[in-house]
């Protein structure tokens, strides 16, 4: 239960709404007692042949007044309480999202998507439950049994213990019950996730299955789990269909001995008839908070187990953060970069992805990284805008180690365009202008132009505010990375780096988007990674990765003599690039 100490401070925020709520509930539950009070009173006047048809018609009148505050006040718990549950996840899931924010790369490099989709949906609604309808049972089952069974005993305790007996076993029942309901309604959830995923895949990748003709294997797949999520259903439904059944009975045995024990006394003048119904009564309402109480305890250890998992995260401190004394960066920088020694892994269990790197990049100075895939070119550039922190040696930029920077003006001063370009469901406009969202148009379409991606979007219907992903835009390869290439470029950065962001570009368009580019790249360090070597041909160093570590470094004509794997990756180039045109 310690795990909700985290939401002491929501709950003390909304102490006055909870405190109200807490107050209408009681009153609720208080009213609730008096019915049975004023049922016996007329119960023993009937009997007794001694009552008025007006006083029946004013003890009717009675109930049906209480039964009218009931309503309204069960309306205010309702409303303080469960609402007020609602703000308080709204708050624990605004700090969840926003915490995420602040974590480093590494965390989502260990962390699944899936894992924290579900802690933000699966485990914020069992916090939810646990918090409104859990506070709300607690507070109704105390009040509740200890009233009923004050009203029970003082009519007769005996009778009290007889039906006290077979009580217990509800809450046990509840307990154990609920328990096993909440492990198959979760397969249930389960299975149902794989039979959505299922389809989901299916669709997006029907091309596939339909180039393949593996309509029929598709089919036989899918049936496969529909049966599943079928009997994960069923094995569901065989408690959820015997609980209610289960507790109606053992409810059954107290109204039982209540009719037994409780008209014998009634014959022997012990209790009047008016106690009898009374009673019955009060019974029918313990039975409620019997109940309660079985299913309350659930409530809470799955609220607590899930709150658990949330603090986690939340106890999770980002690994690459600002020191306390970061430098900030207000004006311009010269852009030298500078690798002292690095050395990078993913994990201490994994192999050395970058080893003892040494590399000088002078101010505006142009720069080509090449090398085949997985030689940790991506990764060395993530290191600049320090994405990832090197495990010894340093990073330098304008002569100082990149820690000292903040983390938000280095990452600011840095234009990325990555390896996969990632659009969000936005306009092309706001896409575009994504690091800030008061840039004026001009600065947006003078980007888009040296994008080489403003004429196709002037074709779009709603050109700069068109949609991405809405109503059946979607942009191709070669579009997405130019319009990565406009978001990088606009905020003017001192540094700029093109991660084989030109991959899906024809070799035409991309000669023309690096024509463009030139003039802005002169103005700043920039940092090319390509495989394809036709676009490098003006750039006059070239750096060349193999496994971790820098083999070559210098320009064109200087590696062909070399002879090295520049000359290797370039000559197959040239020969691929002669085949395409057909020599
Ligand atoms: N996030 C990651 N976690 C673990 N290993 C990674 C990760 N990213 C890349 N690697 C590994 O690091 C090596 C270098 O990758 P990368 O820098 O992307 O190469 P390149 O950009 O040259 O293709 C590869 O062996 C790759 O498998
Ligand atoms: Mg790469």
């Known amino acids: 239960m310690r795990n909700f100490l985290v939401l002491k401070e929501y709950f003390l925020k909304y102490k006055f709404r909870i405190f109200l709520g807490l107050v209408a509930l009681i009153i609720t539950d208080g009213l609730q007692l008096i019915i049975p009070r004023i049922l016996k009173y007329a119960v023993d006047g009937i009997n007794a042949g001694e009552i008025s048809g007006f006083l029946l018609l004013k003890f009717a009148f009675f109930i049906l007044l209480i039964s009218i505050f009931i309503a309204f006040f069960r309306f205010c718990w309702r409303y303080f309480v469960i609402g007020t549950s609602l703000k308080i996840l709204e708050l624990l899931r605004d700090r969840f999202f926003s915490h995420l924010q602040t974590l480093s790369f590494n965390f989502f490099n260990n962390t699944k998507t899936g894992e924290l989709m579900a802690l933000a949906t699966n485990d914020i609604l069992a916090v939810r439950r646990a918090v409104g309808i859990g506070l709300v049972i607690l507070t109704d089952t105390i009040v509740l049994t200890i009233a009923s069974l004050i009203m029970m005993f003082r009519i007769n305790m005996l009778l009290t213990f007889y039906v006290l007996i077979p009580l217990p076993l509800l809450s046990i029942s509840t307990f154990f019950l609920g328990k096993a309901l909440h492990v198959r309604f979760k397969n249930v959830q389960d299975a149902f996730a794989k039979l959505t995923d299922k389809v989901q895949e299916n669709l997006s990748g029907i091309r596939v299955v339909k ?170 550039v993530n290191l600049i805008a320090r994405v990832f922190e090197p495990e010894s040696g340093a990073v330098l930029i304008d002569g100082k180690d990149v820690k000292n920077y903040r983390l938000k003006d280095i990452r600011r001063r840095i234009g990325f365009v990555p390896q996969d370009t990632f659009l969000f469901s936005l306009s092309l406009k706001e896409n575009i202008g994504f690091g800030n969202p008061e840039i004026p148009m001009e600065r947006i379409i003078e980007a888009a132009k040296v994008a080489q991606i403003y004429d196709e979007i002037m074709e779009f219907p709603n050109k700069f505010d068109t949609v991405i992903g809405e109503r059946g835009v979607s942009l191709s390869g070669g579009q997405k990375q130019r319009i990565a290439i406009a978001r ?96």
């Open 488 to 583: 990088a470029i606009i905020l003017n950065p001192d540094i700029l780096i093109l991660d084989d962001a030109l991959s899906s570009i024809d070799t035409e368009t991309e000669e023309k988007i690096i024509g463009k580019l030139t003039p802005i790249m002169k103005e700043r360090t920039t940092i090319i990674i390509t495989h394809r070597m036709s676009s490098i041909k003006n750039i006059s160093r070239i750096i060349v990765i193999e496994a971790g570590s820098i083999t070559e470094d210098g320009s064109h004509e200087e590696l062909i003599s070399h002879g090295g794997m520049y000359k290797n990756l370039y000559e197959k180039q040239m020969l691929k690039e002669k085949l395409e045109r057909g020599f």
């Open 211 to 380: 180039a393949f003709v593996q309509e029929s294997y598709e089919v036989y797949n899918f049936k496969k789990y529909n049966q599943f999520f079928v009997r994960e259903n069923m094995r569901l439904v065989k408690i959820w269909g015997g609980f209610f059944p289960l507790l109606m009975l053992l409810a059954g045995v107290s109204t039982a001995i209540v009719l037994f024990w409780g008209g014998r006394q009634v014959i022997m003048n012990i209790i009047t008839l008016g106690d009898f119904v009374a009673f019955t009564s009060y019974l029918a309402i313990l039975t409620w908070p019997m109940i309660g109480i079985g299913w309350v305890v659930n409530l809470l250890q799955r609220g607590s187990a899930s709150l658990g998992r949330i603090n986690q995260v939340l106890e999770t401190e980002p690994k690459i953060k600002d020191l306390p004394q970061a430098l900030r960066i207000t004006r311009p920088l010269k852009g030298t970069i500078e690798f002292s020694d690095v050395h990078f892994r993913y994990s201490k269990k994994l192999p050395y992805v970058l080893k003892s790197i040494d590399l000088k990049i002078l101010a505006k100075e142009q720069v080509a990284i090449v090398g085949r895939t997985g030689e940790g070119k991506t990764t060395l």
